[in-house]
């Protein structure tokens, strides 16, 4: 199999989830990141911890910790695994008004946390906006992307990819 051949689609062009039985079961660990910006008011009620609809970083916490868990029922061609840790953090930056959300997941598996991480990290933003809304509707939400994974036979990546 080469690097650049998509592993979802076999020789005939079909679409197929990917066969992992023979795959040995590894350490595995996925990083990923989003970002979201929003208006003066808004960013206040962000750093304050609460909006109408309750407080803000401990319900995007569990929602990013649930849609890691339901990640192989959203994306079709996800397999469902064993994750032992999904860990959501957040890092204020009020010079631009946005909230970078980090998301980390890890376990032992025979394939990557990569989608299980993003999906941790995009629901946690779109459950912040869901949050403001009422006070922003112009927030955006940018810069989904894995930052870092381990395991398997593909290795290390760290990504120094720099795009915004």
């Keep these: 199999m080469t690097k650049n051949k998509p592993t979802h689609i076999d020789d005939n062009g079909n679409v197929k989830m ?68 999904i860990d959501i953090n957040f890092e204020l930056d009020e010079k631009n008004r946005s909230c970078r959300v980090i998301s980390k997941v890890s376990g032992i598996e025979k394939t990557g946390f990569e989608m299980e991480a993003l999906t941790a990290a995009a629901v946690a933003l779109l459950t912040i906006y869901d949050m403001l809304k009422a006070v922003d509707r112009g927030i955006s939400i940018n810069n989904i992307t894995l930052l ?15 795009r915004e």
């Design 18 to 85: 990917v066969d992992i039985t023979e795959k040995p079961e590894t350490k595995r660990f996925a990083m990923a990141q989003g970002t979201i910006t929003m208006n003066k008011d808004a960013f206040e009620l962000l750093v304050s911890g609460r909006s109408k609809k309750g407080e803000i970083f401990p319900v995007a916490r569990v929602a990013g910790i649930m849609a890691a868990k339901k990640t192989h029922e959203l994306i079709p061609l996800c397999h469902p695994i064993k994750m032992t840790s």
């Design 148 to 162: 870092e994974k381990y395991g398997g036979k593909s290795g290390h990546f760290i990504n120094t990819d720099t």
